[in-house]
C-alpha cells in the first residue's frame, strides 16, 4: 500500500472518569508504523475504554487524540477508512451464515470482495466445510473465527482488537499471532488489548500497564 | 456510498425474511385494530365514512411503532452498529438505509393493505386511492421520526414506552395531514391536493432532518 509508510496515533493527555470513578488521568501513549501496543492490565482497568476512545467511540473527558497531528474528530471517516476496530462482541448475526457476515462487515469496511474471495478467506480461517451454515448453530470460537476472519481481507494501516484471543483454541491462536505478525512487518500498526499471555514476536512490540 | 446504502437495505430485508414473523405482526396489528373499531362502533355507513381516516392513520401510527424499538437495538447489542459508526462512510447513509429498510417492511405493507380497510369501511373508490397515497406518502416520514426515537431511547430501560411517549407527538402533523386528505377526499372539490403537499414537505422535511439527528443521538448512545 502506498500510504501503509509512516503514520502515527497519538493520544495526549487522556482522562476518562466513568461515573464517580477515575479510570485514568494524563494517560498518554503513541503507536507508530510497524509497531504493536500491547495493553495490559487487570479487569476494570478501562482497557476496553481506552480502546474505543482511540477508535473514536467514546470522548474522553480531557485529551487529545491525533493521527497524524490532526484530531481523529476533525478528520472523521478519513480516519475510519485507515482503521479496522474487532471489540468485544462479534458483530456476528446468528441468522446469517459466516459468508454473508463476513461480506456484510467488509462493505461496513467499504470493501467489497468477490465471493471467491470471501470463500478463500473464511478457509484461511479455520471454517472451511462450515460456510453455508447459519452462525446459530457455530460454537463460541468458530463465531470469533468469523469476526477475525476480517484481518485477512482489511489491510488498513491500524488494527485495533479487543481481546482477540479470547476463546480461541491452539491453532486459532496460532493463526492469530501469525496474521499480527504479519501486519506489523508490513508497518501496519496493531494495538491490542489480553489478559492471557500470549508470546507476540515481533520488533516493534511496546507494553502498557494500565491501573499502576 | 450507493454500495453501502444498498448493502445495509438487502442486509435488513434478509434478516427480517429469516425471523419472518414480525413482519406479519405489524400487518395483523394494523388489521386488528382497524377490525375492532366496525365492532365497537355498529355498521352504520355515514358513522363508518366519517372515523375512517382516523382510524387508519392512527392504526398506521402505533403500527410503525411495533418494530421501531428493534430498529437499532439488535445491532447494538451484537456489536454490529459499533462498526457502523466506524464506516468510512458518513453515518446518516446508515441511518438512511435502516431507515428505508425499516418502510419496506412496516410503511409499504401498510400501504397495500390499506384497501382492506376501505372495504370495511364502505369507502368509495376515490377515498380509497387516497388513503394508499397519503399513507405513501406520509409512513416513509413515520420510519424516519421513528429512527430518531429509537436512537435516542437506544440501550434505556423501558425504552420502549419512552419511545411512544417521544415519538407520539411528533407524529401528529402526519396524522392530521394523512387523515385530512382521505376526509378532504369524500367531499367534491375539497382541497385534497393541499393536504398531499403539506403531508409531502413533512416528509421531506423529516428526512433532511432526521438522518442528522439520528446519526448524532446514535453516536451519543455508544458512547
Known sequence: ?212 | MWRLFKTIVSRDLLLAFRRRAEILMTLFFFVVVISLFPLGIGTDKQILLRIAPGVAWVAALLASMLLLERLFAADYLDGTLEQMLLTPQPLSVVVMAKVCAHWLLTGLPLVLISPLVALQYRLGDEQMISMMLSLLLGTPALSMIGAIGAALTLGLRGGGILLSLLILPLYIPALIYGAGAITASVVANAPEQAYYMLLGAFTVLSMALGPWAASAALRLALE
Open chain 1, 1 to 212: 500500500m502506498a500510504d501503509m509508510t509512516d503514520a502515527v496515533l497519538q493520544a495526549e493527555g487522556l482522562t476518562c472518569i466513568r461515573g464517580d470513578r477515575c479510570l485514568f488521568s494524563g494517560l498518554s501513549v503513541s503507536v507508530r508504523s510497524g509497531e504493536l501496543l500491547y495493553l495490559q492490565g487487570a479487569n476494570g482497568v478501562g482497557k476496553t475504554t481506552l480502546l474505543r476512545a482511540l477508535c473514536g467511540l467514546f470522548h474522553p473527558d480531557e485529551g487529545q487524540i491525533s493521527w497524524n497531528g490532526r484530531p481523529i474528530k476533525a478528520i472523521g471517516e478519513e480516519f475510519f477508512s485507515r482503521l479496522l476496530y474487532i471489540g468485544h462482541q462479534s458483530a456476528i448475526k446468528l441468522e446469517f451464515t459466516p459468508l454473508e457476515n463476513l461480506r456484510i462487515s467488509c462493505a461496513l469496511d467499504g470493501l467489497y470482495p468477490e465471493d471467491g474471495v470471501l470463500w478463500h478467506v473464511l478457509e484461511r480461517a479455520g471454517l472451511r466445510g462450515f460456510e453455508d451454515l447459519p452462525a446459530r448453530m457455530l460454537s463460541q470460537g468458530q463465531k470469533k473465527r468469523v469476526g477475525l476472519a476480517r484481518l485477512f481481507v482489511n489491510d488498513a494501516l491500524l488494527w485495533v482488537l479487543d481481546e482477540p484471543f479470547n476463546g480461541l483454541d491452539a491453532g486459532a491462536v496460532e493463526m492469530l499471532q501469525e496474521v499480527i505478525s504479519r501486519h506489523v512487518a508490513k508497518r501496519g500498526m496493531v494495538i491490542l488489548t489480553t489478559h492471557q499471555e500470549v508470546p507476540l514476536a515481533s520488533d516493534g512490540l511496546r507494553c502498557l500497564r494500565l491501573g499502576e
